[in-house]
């Protein structure tokens, strides 16, 4: 297989990847695959979306090697690069482990979530359904996000006293 069509192939299968992890953007975007989800923030999802990063990772490597450091390449080098910093970039974060302590006051769940009527598109009955499906799933998001916290206060990870007193009011 051409390094080009390879390194597509990739990039196709991160972005599906990132799309399945985050329906909500997928949906905000126009990617419909996923109307009827919301993200699964459990430990097991985390653990199993960042084992997929590292897989990228290794995927990729043999095609950074084959593309070499010719920039004039095309856009598959644009690609390969633009990939590997991603995943690297997310990879390092894990450190933090934000599941443990992010809250956000501008656009945390509490926020995002009744957005979600603004953006997602109801055109039929069947996406009537999806969305119906999706809001049935807010009560798992929002225990796995309480459940997540809690571990993190255990654990010492916590978010600023006034990010937390933002979201609270």
């Known amino acids: ?3 080009a069509q390879e390194v597509a192939i990739l990039a196709s299968d991160f972005w599906n990847a990132q799309m399945f992890a985050s329906p909500t953007w997928a949906t905000f975007i126009g990617d419909r695959r996923f109307d009827s989800e919301l993200p699964d923030i459990s430990p097991q999802a985390i653990s199993a ?3 997929k990063i590292r897989d990228f990772h290794e995927r990729l490597q043999p095609l950074l090697s084959r593309l070499g450091d010719n920039k004039w390449a095309g856009e598959e ?3 390969a690069k633009f990939l590997d910093v991603k995943l690297k970039d997310t990879l390092a974060l894990r450190v933090c482990r934000g599941e443990l302590w992010e809250i956000d006051q501008l656009s945390g769940y509490q926020v995002s ?3 979600l009527a603004s953006y997602q ?3 039929s009955l069947k996406a009537a359904s999806y969305y119906v499906t999706r ?4 009560g798992t998001l929002y225990q796995q996000l309480i459940d997540n916290l809690r571990r993190g206060l255990a654990e010492k990870y916590l ?3 006034v990010v937390v ?3 609270i009011r």
């Open 159 to 161: 978010a600023p006293r």
């Open 135 to 138: 809001l049935s799933k807010l």
């Open 113 to 115: 979530m009744p957005e």
């Open 1 to 3: 297989i051409p390094v």
């Open 121 to 123: 598109r109801i055109d």
């Open 77 to 79: 080098w644009v690609t």
């Open 49 to 51: 979306y960042q084992q």
């Open 165 to 167: 007193e933002r979201v």
